[in-house]
């Protein structure tokens, strides 16, 4: 008898260790863990490009998480991208003139949108835009950029004889 | 149940083989009605093919999680992107080393004690006994086992991913050095607890009914000799392995 109770007992432990695993598991290490968060109030932020910036990625001042990433859409009007922040209340007082900009944590890393303080006294209520804004920098942009620069002859030198036909 | 007649060669033998295991998962389902007469039994196997793989679990996931903190550590410290480490771990973790090394360890320390068990019944003409008695040995005997196999793997997987996770944290963050706080804000921006977690928690659950559909057919089919049992352990855990490796690859490219 004390042996059947000892391997029921035992089979019980085992699957409330298995489901406290699934537990911790779940909502610990994965974007759940992200959700769980106080009362929080909304900012909005235009951007022309969001570049990999994802639904719940982190919003930070000074490296620090102060919110998550809540919706990313189109403005069908504007033809940029809408950002809704969630900032977390107890964070209220960011100056209204402060700058949204998306960086990159690292160079594996994920997309955050970074917030840099500006120094009105006035401060950001819940609903209001960010009127500097930053967009994600593009690697193709960048190259762009680094080859208008180093040399405006090189991409002309192939056109000319293209361009001028032989007669 | 055993296969009628000399197969004509390897071939036909094998599909003879795969056909008889299909049929006996047929069974197996039609008896789980009648099983849920025996859920003591059921219980009783979940301690012994659960709770039991414990230990192994654990101490294999803290080492996988370990080495893989140790190894993807330098993979990425080449790229710059060691903040990743908690990311590339428990993905690693959830979508693939989880389910599968958690099904081969299961396959070694559950399977094989399954067809052991199983095929000794049979050597010994216990489950022909028990149809006398009329109890039916695949609701009795099989079918609990299979259940348990269902209800353990996952909950072992999910030991295994935690105790990794952990392993690759004590190495990356006590050992290496690593931010405590990039560790996990990095792992929990990028891990999604559906496509992620819950879908390796599917694979873990189609790799525990088919370890102990393998073990238990093989037990159950033996030929009731000492030598007959020896090779149907043997090929429990080389069919096991070969299938839930296959299973693996066909599972994630459809749940990718």
Redesign the interface.
């Known amino acids: 008898m004390s042996q059947k109770h000892s391997?029921?007992f035992?089979?019980g432990?085992?699957?409330l260790?298995?489901?406290a695993?699934?537990a911790?598991?779940?909502t610990?290490?994965?974007?759940?863990?992200?959700y769980r968060q106080g009362d929080s109030y909304t900012l909005n932020a235009r951007f022309t490009n969001v570049g990999q910036l994802?639904l719940?990625?982190?919003v930070k001042v000074a490296g620090v998480?102060i919110g998550s990433v809540r919706t990313i859409e189109v403005d069908p009007a504007k033809l940029d991208a809408k950002v809704q922040l969630s900032i977390a209340t107890r964070y209220a007082e960011l100056p209204d003139d402060s700058a949204a900009a998306i960086f990159t944590?690292?160079?594996?890393?994920?997309q955050?949108v970074a917030i840099q303080p500006g120094g009105s006294p006035d401060v950001l209520k819940d609903g209001d835009e960010f009127v500097l804004t930053q967009s994600s920098v593009q690697l193709e942009d960048l190259i762009g950029k680094f080859l208008a620069a180093g040399g405006p002859e090189k991409p002309a030198e192939p056109a000319t004889p293209a361009a001028t036909p032989t007669p | 149940m055993t296969p009628a007649g000399k197969p004509r060669n390897a071939l036909a033998g094998g599909i003879a083989q795969i056909g008889a295991c299909g049929l006996f998962l047929l069974s197996i389902l039609a008896a789980l009605p009648a099983s849920l007469r025996h859920v003591r039994e059921t219980?009783?196997q979940?301690?012994?093919v659960?709770?039991m793989s414990?230990t192994i679990i654990m101490t294999c996931g803290l080492f996988v999680g370990m080495v893989l903190g140790l190894q993807l550590y330098y993979v990425?410290s080449i790229?710059?992107?060691t903040?990743?480490l908690g990311t590339v771990v428990?993905l690693a973790l959830?979508r693939e080393l989880g389910p599968v090394v958690t099904a081969l360890l299961f396959a070694g320390r559950a399977g094989t004690s399954i067809t052991a068990e199983i095929g000794l019944m049979r050597a010994t003409d216990q489950l022909s006994a028990m149809e006398m008695m009329a109890v039916d040995p695949l609701a009795y005997v099989v079918t609990p086992r299979f259940l348990a196999g269902v209800?353990?793997m996952?909950?072992?997987a999910?030991?295994f991913?935690?105790l990794g996770?952990f392993g690759a944290h004590l190495v990356g963050v006590s050992w290496l050095g690593l931010d405590n706080g990039?560790f996990?804000?990095?792992?929990?921006?990028?891990?999604?607890?559906w496509k992620?977690?819950i879908n390796g928690?599917w694979k873990s659950v189609a790799f525990g009914a088919v370890i102990t559909l393998i073990a238990t057919f093989q037990g159950y089919t033996t030929p009731p000799t000492s030598e007959g049992v020896a090779y149907a352990t043997t090929r429990t855990v080389v069919f096991s392995s070969i299938v839930v490796l296959a299973l693996d690859f066909v599972m994630t490219a459809f749940l990718m």
């Open positions: 391997y029921q035992g089979t432990l085992f699957i260790l298995g489901f695993a699934l911790w598991l779940a610990q290490t994965t974007s759940v863990a992200n994802k719940g990625a982190p998480r944590s690292g160079l594996l890393g994920d955050y | 219980v009783r979940v301690w012994f659960g709770a414990l990425l790229f710059g992107g903040a990743a428990s959830y209800i353990a996952p909950l072992l999910c030991v991913n935690a996770i990039t996990w804000s990095n792992m929990t921006s990028s891990v999604d607890v992620d977690v928690l």
